[in-house]
């Protein structure tokens, strides 16, 4: 996509950091993600924050890298990191853990699905301290929805 398009350019071969955080205020509860998608000296280029209504923590998480990565697609990513501080999602989708919810099953799916359309997608475990603005984003969504 070039800047015609009204998408930012990226280049050829341009890998994006996507930091990725869902959370629900009770679980299930209120819920919201948060994504900070940016390039890899750290600089954002995009961010989502959006509340999902009363669903669980793992579907908010879930929803996050859905949207993250359909995000970095839009804006012309060819490799993708996914940083997560949910070890259970990562470990999952990595397949190292089984997705035992059929809840999740669909959601794991559409990032299976969607990971493959990158020449490169990587899920790495982030502690949460390191995962500070995508945190940031979903808090912001609640607290707007007076939730």
């Not at 800047?3 to 819920?31: F, S």
């Not at 603005?133 to 979903?138: G, I």
Request: glycine residues 8%; aromatic residues 4%.
């Amino acid at each position: 996509m070039s800047p015609e398009q009204g998408t930012l350019w990226l280049g050829p071969d341009t890998e994006l950091i996507v930091c990725t955080d869902g959370g629900a205020r009770g679980n299930p509860g209120p819920a919201a993600l948060g994504v900070s998608i940016q390039r890899p000296n750290g600089d954002e280029i995009a961010s989502l924050s959006e509340t999902l209504g009363e669903t669980t923590n793992n579907v908010a998480e879930y929803t996050a890298v859905v949207r993250g990565l359909e995000r970095a697609r839009e804006l012309g990513a060819r490799a993708v990191v996914v940083r997560s501080d949910s070890m259970l999602l990562v470990e999952q989708v990595r397949g190292n853990y089984k997705v035992r919810a059929a809840h999740l099953r669909p959601l794991y799916e559409r990032v299976r699905a969607l990971a493959r359309t990158f020449d490169t997608c990587r899920f790495e475990h982030v502690r949460r301290e390191q995962n500070v603005r995508a945190d940031e984003l979903v808090n912001r969504a609640l607290d707007a929805a007076g939730t």
